[in-house]
């Protein structure tokens, strides 16, 4: 709001002199917010089902790898872990096509 205009004498000038700032506060506000905004997103092209599989395939491998012995996994000790029954943990390993035996860090 700019102090230095003169003061409106009548209805009509104090309207277009409110009308003047409030256009020139919106148009502020709009260029603040467009310098703001973060560019968007890349876009996922992923669905939802492929999205819940590698989380869940990164899930159950972190948990395989905390309660491996050695050179083998503890599916029993895991199923525990995750509250899992160890056949629904095999039905999980088979669905996201993790391997049922320990093979060693990735390399």
Do not use: C
């Not at 102090?3 to 700032?21: D, F, G, P, Y």
Request: proline share 6%.
């Amino acid at each position: 709001m700019s102090r230095s205009r003169k003061r409106a004498k009548n209805t009509s000038q104090v309207a277009r002199q409110l009308a003047e700032e409030v256009t020139e506060l919106v148009v502020a506000y709009v260029a603040r917010a467009r310098a703001a905004a973060s560019p968007p997103p890349p876009r996922d092209t992923r669905t939802l089902r492929e999205a819940t599989d590698d989380f869940h395939r990164t899930f159950v491998l972190q948990a395989l790898e905390a309660q491996r012995k050695g050179k083998r996994w503890n599916i029993l000790a895991t199923a525990t872990a995750l509250g899992v029954a160890r056949s629904r943990l095999y039905n999980l390993i088979d669905h996201l096509g993790l391997p049922r035996k320990y093979q060693g860090p990735a390399e």
